[in-house]
């Protein structure tokens, strides 16, 4: 299948104990592993203008607790589009979701398992995940206090 125009790069990464980024979903056109040894594996995925894809980036602390979790669902796009900077996006993107902090990617990645169940989310128009982060951020507080219900303004 020859490709269409410019695309875009996203660099995959799995090291024991310090990150894990990586493809949620998405049908990259084309995939280089390079370099898999003991503990790390480096993949670069790319993408067609376009195209929708799921990227989740995580670190954890010394005591494998979470120390920055950020979870995106993305629109490939070309240089001359108005573009994003996203982690491990070259040369950037479209956010159409964004979600940070442990609670809110957790419950977007399940949400996003339920979409699966229904077939493939890359196939689904980008605007159909567009200003959903929204409606996630205010349901799910990153953190819940009992002390801010009794808070007065």
């Known amino acids: 299948m020859p490709v269409r125009g410019p695309l875009t790069s996203v660099d995959l990464l799995f090291e024991e104990h310090r990150c894990n980024y990586r493809l949620v979903f998405g049908n990259p056109v084309i995939r280089e592993q390079i370099d898999k ?36 669902v993305l629109q490939a796009g070309t240089v001359g589009d108005l573009l994003t900077a996203v982690p491990q996006v070259k040369p950037g993107a479209k956010v159409l979701m964004e979600s940070n902090g442990a609670r809110r990617c957790k419950f977007l ?3 996003i398992k339920t979409l699966e169940e229904q077939g493939d989310p890359a196939a689904l128009p980008g605007t159909f995940f567009e200003g959903r982060d929204l409606w996630f951020q205010g349901m799910v507080p990153e953190q819940w206090q009992p002390a801010d219900l009794n808070r007065r303004a």
């Open 37 to 72: 040894t003991f503990g790390l594996t480096y993949e670069r995925v790319f993408f067609e203008t376009g195209s929708v894809f799921c990227l989740d980036l995580w670190e954890p602390t010394a005591a494998g607790r979470t120390r920055r979790w950020k979870t995106y």
């Open 109 to 111: 990645l399940a949400w």
